[in-house]
Each structure stands twice: as structure tokens, then as C-alpha cells.
């Protein structure tokens, strides 16, 4: 589910279920926060870049395996039984992370590539909050991310939409920082890696803490406010209809990434 490759101080995680358009399961979350953990730890790791496996980048949470795979509390997040806390998808680590994002990104795999440091897009990439669509609430801190990176504005008008955005728009918002050939993605993400390799580490994760603490400052309350909302959406009636009618909503969101 998780492809994991080591280069040059470099390593590159590619969220690897095409057949699903890398859509998240519990298992699949386990196993993409154990590897950051791990990298953490790595001293021979400076960089991570995550990606997918074309053509998608993530499709966002795989509802038909949810309950199969202990339900919404494995998901990490928002008070659940997972590792991450509120707000985030994987506990944070020290390292930056770059998100190549090679193809559609939506709802749960927007907010994957919010929690990565700085993100780079194919030109095949496209960004879309279906959460209204499908009748659930964010949990790992899209309320908080998104209008930081592209405005409140801009952010209402993507989640309460649902409409997808492509990689130029997303470029002209500021939620990615370069949108290059599909071909050239993972070789530019790996550029501006070894570029940050090459730099003083210690000076590189105390810069990058001190962006974090700085962010903190102010998104940590924010992102307490949508855990709260998001568990009271979970725990009322409104959700219980989604999981009752998971397949139709995955269909409904699968057709538009094909």
C-alpha cells in the first residue's frame, strides 16, 4: 500500500493503491505515519516527498473499507484511536515534507497534501473539497490549512462547492508553490530535496520549528474547533446516512477521477 525509497538522504513515499486512486484506509494510514515516525528518527533522512501512484494522487478516505478495518477511530485525528493528534493526519515530525502532487487530490487527499511543508504539482494535478458533496466533515485540519494557504475566500468557495481546481489555479492561490510537466514532478520534487539536503540540518530544522511553533500559535485552537465539530458530525444522525449509502458516494466521487 506504501512504496518507501531511500536515495541521497531522500525519501520518497508513494501512496501506492492506483486501483482505488490511493484511496486512504485505516492500514494505509497506519503504515504512512509509522514511515514518517521512522524518518524522524532516520539521521540519514533529511528530506521525505510523498506522492502516489498515477493516476491519482489520493482519492481521498476508502469508505467500503472503514468498518472492515475498526472505523472511523483508526483514522487517526480528531480524538480518534490513531497515532496523529487533532488536526493532523500523521503526527507531526521535524523534517519538511514535500507533497508531488501527481493527479487529483480530494477532501481526505487534500488534506494529506495541506499537512506536507510545501507542495509541487504536476500539471495533470487537480484539488477538490468534496467533503459537503458526500456529507462529512474534515478531520485533519483542512479548516484550518486551506485558508491559510489560499485565503478564506477561496477556501468557502472550494468546500462548499465541491469543484475541482487544477493545478494552475492552484498555483495562482498559493497552494502550490511550482507546477511543472507530468514527466518532470518527481525529478523537480527531488531537486528542491537535495537542495534542502545540501543546506546546514541543524539549522534547516530549527528554521522549519520555528515556522511550526509560529503557525501553531495560531492554528492549534483552530484546528481544536474542527475536531470538535468533526466528532459531533460523527456521533449524529446527519453521518449515520453516509455510511449507509458508502458505495454511491464512492462512486459518485470515483467518477469524476476518471
Request: hydrophobic content about 50%; overall charge negative.
Amino acid at each position: 500500500m506504501l512504496l518507501a525509497d531511500k536515495a541521497d538522504s531522500v525519501l520518497t513515499l508513494t501512496l501506492n493503491r492506483p486501483d482505488s486512486r490511493n484511496a486512504l484506509s485505516p492500514q494505509l494510514i497506519r503504515e504512512l505515519q509509522a514511515q514518517l515516525a521512522a524518518a524522524d528518527s532516520d539521521p540519514d533522512v533529511s528530506v521525505v516527498i510523498l506522492t502516489g501512484a498515477d493516476p491519482a494522487f489520493c482519492a481521498g478516505v476508502d469508505l467500503r473499507v472503514i468498518g472492515a478495518e475498526g472505523g472511523w477511530d483508526n483514522m487517526g485525528g480528531a480524538g480518534g484511536a490513531g497515532d496523529a493528534p487533532a488536526g493532523h493526519p500523521w503526527t507531526p515530525i521535524g523534517k519538511p515534507i514535500i507533497g508531488a502532487i501527481n493527479g487529483a487530490a480530494v477532501t481526505g487527499g487534500l488534506e494529506l497534501a495541506l499537512a506536507c511543508d510545501l507542495l509541487i504539482a504536476s500539471e495533470r494535478a487537480r484539488f477538490a473539497d468534496t467533503h459537503a458533496r458526500v456529507g462529512m466533515m474534515p478531520l485533519w485540519g483542512l479548516t484550518v490549512r486551506l485558508p491559510e494557504a489560499v485565503g478564506f475566500g477561496f477556501a468557502r468557495r472550494m468546500s462548499l462547492s465541491g469543484n475541482f481546481v487544477d493545478a494552475h489555479t492552484a498555483l495562482a492561490h498559493g497552494l502550490v508553490t511550482e507546477v511543472v510537466p507530468h514527466e518532470e514532478l518527481l525529478p523537480a520534487a527531488r531537486r528542491l530535496a537535495l537542495d534542502i539536503a545540501s543546506n546546514n540540518q541543524a539549522a534547516v530544522t530549527t528554521l522549519l520549528g520555528s515556522y511550526r511553533r509560529i503557525q501553531n500559535h495560531v492554528s492549534a485552537p483552530q484546528a481544536e474547533i474542527e475536531a470538535a465539530t468533526g466528532a459531533a458530525w460523527l456521533a449524529g444522525d446527519a453521518a449515520a446516512g453516509v455510511a449507509a449509502d458508502a458505495q454511491a458516494v464512492i462512486e459518485r466521487g470515483r467518477a469524476q477521477l476518471r
